[in-house]
């Protein structure tokens, strides 16, 4: 109202002034007449104006006080990115150092990258030094292995060695280290070479006016294949009849031959002599192998003679020999003074008989065990009862008529006397049937 009340006073003041100024009366007093209207209008805008300024003060108030809360709001934000440009500062700096120590890191890296290509060289400067050590190695030992074929070799067949035959216990020695260290091939072109030189060598002149030497010279080399093959390995003689007969290889015969050699040598010149003697006596069985390990060599010796009678083509089995030249002189002539031929004395077809009789004897060796070997509180109690097993598993069965098989010596290792069969294999085919037709070795 002050306002206005002000406004009231200047525009009266002005109509004066206008009433003073000489301006046309009946205008001026017109004019004057509406003056009050108009107040009330402008008195009337001046109040709504009068209102929104009041509004706007009031909105402008909060407004104010918005913007203060929005200022320190503004303030907390700008105090909290503050805070948190310290905390990426602080952030940038621990990158900055951890990208340091990547670099150290990678540094480290590459240094040992650099040791591992070192060592790696170095491997393989070792991995090669190695091998040429492994190389010469292997040159040495197979000089060694062939150093001791050759010495044993020799010792078999020297002159003192093999001036007795029967049997031919000197050559065992050199035999069984050529044996056990030559290779299923090597030990079977020795035989080949042995049987070849029975059967291939000619007769001289000279022979014919000294036969005794020149069979003793063949007879060396047919004792020799005989020890070789008797004392080889099971395992040597497995493999040499996978390879060689079975699979039809180069020594095929030979191989064949060779069989029948290692099956006269174990029967005649040491199974048969350790179970001689074995029998009942007085309804008590009585043997010279008084110890179960005594009976365990024998069975040993005995299963190999099983491993050849057990093959498939045992009936094939056999060895025939031409080379030799006169009569056995060991034997007496026959009814019509007939003598045999050395060749058919050292001929020889497989018989099985002989190893079964050689498992009966054992079956009674064990049973003539003392008791304190048997006694199954004792220490070896196991060990016989094992034996025992073995013996059972190749004896016959009990009433099938195999106890009517008789003791019989296996026949003719070189330098023994040999049984009467003289029929042997057709060993181009050992799988065919046996003919009586001659078989070369």
Known sequence: MNIMNSFATVFSTGMAVVVLSGCNATKALDATQSVPGKMDQTNEKMDTMVNKMDATNKGMKESNANMGTMIGEVKKT?????????EVKKTNGGMETMVDEVKKTNGNMDTMVDEVKKTNSNMDTMISEVNKTNEGMAKTNLGIHRQTLQVSLADMLKEDNTRFLGPPLAMMPGAQIFALE???????QLVYVFLSFVEKTPQTDKDGENPDSFNHAKLVRLSAASVLAGLAPQATVDEIVKSQIIQGGAYQQAAVAM???RFQFIQQWIVKPKLEGTKFEQGKPVSKLTTPGMIAEVVQYAEALSAITDLPFASQIGIQIT?????DMSKEPDSD????????RYSEKLNPKYVNSDWKDLGKAIQALDPKYTDPKSDSAQFVSALQDKILAHLPPAGSGGDQVPVAPAGPAPGAPAPDATTTPSQAN?????????AKS
């Open 430 to 438: 050992p799988a065919t049937p046996a003919t009586k037709e001659p």
């Open 182 to 188: 030559a290779t299923p091939a090597e030990l079977m």
């Open 337 to 344: 003074g007939k003598r045999k031929s050395l060749n058919e």
């Open 259 to 261: 069989l029948m050699l």
């Open 323 to 327: 080379g030799l030249i006169g009569d």
């Open 78 to 86: 700008n105090s909290n990115m503050d805070t948190m440009v310290g």
